[in-house]
T-cell receptor, first 112, second 115 residues
Framework: ETGVTQSPTHLIKTRGQQVTLRCSSQ?????VSWYQQALGQGPQFIFQ???????GRGNFPPRFSGLQFPNYSSELNVNALELDDSALYLC???????????FGPGTRLTVL | AQSVTQLGSHVSVSEGALVLLRCNYS??????LFWYVQYPNQGLQLLLK??????LVKGINGFEAEFKKSETSFHLTKPSAHLSDAAEYFC?????????????FGTGTRLKVLA
């Protein structure tokens, strides 16, 4: 059974650019959640997708957006990047909205 | 609303000594609680979880945690620290906001193991 995978592993962007991060959920999982972990902090919930619909959002501005595809993989898009967006972005999948979440290895984003 | 508080951002122990990492939770409903470990430049690895079954939960790598409702605590322990235990540890509670189940993490405790 393949676990949660994320791509890319690392990337560097400059302020004002846009970025797309990708997540492949674990087999059989229909729910994907995204978290942002700034340096020295715990992960913070960005939003969740369930069966291709956004199912809840944390305290993040609209320039953070996402998609979930029919195969339940997901993308996180961030527009107009700011320096404070530099963080580890974690994706987690689950087999239902209230089931245990399994985390991927993360994508480290650096904004210069 | 649910939340967790981790007491002590840094903890140092000697190799072979007891490890105790503290976590207190706040929840208006029976909580689901988790401990994760994060090694440098890596993602989160689940150590153990409490989902309202046994109050003493055993996890991987010799770690365990005890759920104490009266103290609203879920402290993580390991009888004998190993050098490889040096990492960041996060306590988390599952939060429910209008049907969205999300994990709410503490700020983390960095464990240092001294040889």
């Amino acid at each position: 059974e393949t676990g949660v995978t994320q791509s890319p592993t690392h990337l560097i962007k400059t302020r004002g650019q846009q970025v797309t991060l990708r997540c492949s959920s674990q087999s059989g999982h229909n729910t994907v959640s995204w978290y942002q972990q700034a340096l020295g902090q715990g992960p913070q919930f960005i939003f969740q997708y369930y069966r291709e619909e956004e199912n809840g959002r944390g305290n993040f501005p609209p320039r953070f957006s996402g998609l979930q595809f029919p195969n339940y993989s997901s993308e996180l898009n961030v527009n107009a990047l700011e320096l404070d967006d530099s963080a580890l972005y974690l994706c987690a999948s689950s087999s239902g909205q209230d089931n245990e979440q399994f985390f991927g290895p993360g994508t480290r984003l650096t904004v210069l | 609303a649910q939340s967790v508080t981790q007491l002590g951002s840094h903890v140092s122990v000697s190799e072979g000594a007891l490890v105790l990492l503290r976590c207190n939770y706040s929840s208006s409903v029976p909580p689901y609680l988790f401990w994760y470990v994060q090694y440098p430049n890596q993602g989160l690895q689940l150590l153990l979880k409490y989902t309202s079954a046994a109050t003493l939960v055993k996890g991987i790598n010799g770690f365990e945690a005890e759920f104490k409702k009266s103290e609203t605590s879920f402290h993580l322990t390991k009888p004998s620290a190993h050098l490889s235990d040096a990492a960041e540890y996060f306590c988390a509670v599952r939060g429910d906001t209008s049907g969205t189940y999300k994990y709410i993490f503490g700020t983390g405790t960095r464990l240092k193991v001294l040889a």
